[in-house]
């Protein structure tokens, strides 16, 4: 199966998410702990597999471009963020950041199939809860819900565009194959430290909800080594 297909459940997920928060919003306590696990997920997918991956590059220039890009990247989508106005800013800076989760899913696959499953696996809960967000965003907006699940579906069809995107990156020279793993890492590092970390400090903090991150954590790389 090409990278662009396992996209489809982080984009159903994404849907999902939406319909949730239409139908009923999940208790602060319980995004908390779903954005934890997420992010616990996120951090061990990329030190057990696209770290690994970058080390054996040997391309020191590659890395430090690529990962400069990601910086900017990311800051970029923040920025965007922190300057939208009313529902169209949000889609959009959603939808550049949905696009670039599907970058990296495709680079992921570059580096090997488990590579790119587990990153699926990561992915699949953290715009889990970006389709809930956005979706209680506009609903104090849009007002119909079939209108903002059709805008949460729409945005959820930039994951494969960007797979599609991200998986020719396997056919390039090892340089540059370097530059895009540094992307990769630093985008999700970005999401974890920058995105659902933050969020999921806005309530206040329970020991079972920060217990959520090493559950994701630790189940990740138990995965890992089963699946090895």
């Known amino acids: 199966m090409s990278a662009w297909t396992y996209t489809l459940i982080p984009a159903v997920a994404t849907i999902l998410g939406a319909a949730v928060a239409v139908v009923r919003q999940p208790r602060p306590s319980v995004t908390s702990a779903v954005q934890h696990l997420a992010a616990g997920v996120l951090f061990a997918a990329v030190a057990s597999e696209i ?92 007002g119909s819900a079939v209108r903002v699940i059709g805008i949460v579906a729409s945005l959820a069809l930039l994951l494969p565009l960007g797979a599609v995107l991200g998986t020719p990156v396997g056919a390039l020279p090892g340089p ?22 933050v969020e999921a400090h806005t309530v206040p903090e329970q020991p079972w909800t920060t217990a959520m991150f090493f559950v994701g954590f630790l189940g990740m790389l138990i995965i890992e080594e089963i699946a090895a």
């Not at 040997?58 to 400069?68: F, N």
């Not at 910086?71 to 949905?98: H, N, P, Q």
């Open 51 to 142: 770290l690994p991956d970058l080390k054996h590059q040997q391309s020191p220039v590659a890395v430090i471009v690529g990962g400069s890009i990601g910086v900017a990247v990311m800051l970029l989508i923040k920025r965007l963020g922190e300057r939208a106005k009313g529902s169209l800013g949000l889609i959009v800076t959603v939808g550049v950041d949905i696009l670039v989760d599907g970058l990296v899913l495709g680079i992921g696959f570059v580096a090997g199939a488990k590579q790119g499953l587990l990153l699926t696996g990561a992915l699949t809960l953290e715009v889990l809860f970006l389709g809930l967000a956005v979706a209680s965003e506009l609903k104090q907006t849009s």
């Open 176 to 197: 540059y194959l370097a530059g895009f793993f540094a992307f990769a890492l630093v985008a999700l590092l970005y999401l974890v430290t920058e995105e659902l970390l």
